[in-house]
């Protein structure tokens, strides 16, 4: 409903002019940051975690173009492992930023900056059920 001013003036209230208003400027969402400030990168090669997994992808790319390694596959298109205790339960699930092949050898790799509990236990529970056909790495 709009007014004039003789009208608003008719109703006997005092009419006050103050300071401007500030209106609220919307802004950008604030993105989360990583709990341990990496980085996440996307390339054609997809969706990479941090800096690090993103170099260490691209090298053994180049170690699989050379012939030195081969079967390279990463994160979610490779094995995922399934970890049990000492009578049978499963404990947790262990998927591997890499997977491939090295001079006959079955590898598991991780590009890790930070070593948490919980991939340290994983990790021996890993090498514990696996690590006869499997070799763990960090990079």
Not at 19 to 34: I, R
Not at 81 to 96: D, S, T, W
Request: proline share 5%; with cysteine; charged share 30%.
């Amino acid at each position: 409903m709009k007014f004039t001013l003789a009208q608003l003036q008719a109703t006997g209230l005092p009419l006050e002019i103050g300071p401007p208003v500030q209106l609220p400027v919307e802004q950008e969402p604030v993105k989360a940051k990583s709990k341990y400030r990496a980085q996440p990168q996307v390339t054609a090669d997809g969706r990479f975690d941090s800096k690090k997994e993103l170099r260490r992808w691209e090298a053994l790319k180049q170690m699989e173009a050379n012939g030195e390694i081969h079967g390279l596959t990463r994160e979610n298109k490779q094995k995922t492992f399934i970890l049990h205790g000492v009578n049978g339960a499963i404990i947790c699930r262990y998927v591997g930023d890499f997977v491939y092949t090295e001079n006959g050898q079955k590898v598991c790799e991780d590009a890790k900056g930070m070593k948490t509990p919980v991939y340290k236990l994983k990790r021996k529970l890993f090498l514990d059920e696996h690590g006869n056909e499997w070799e763990h790495r960090e990079s």
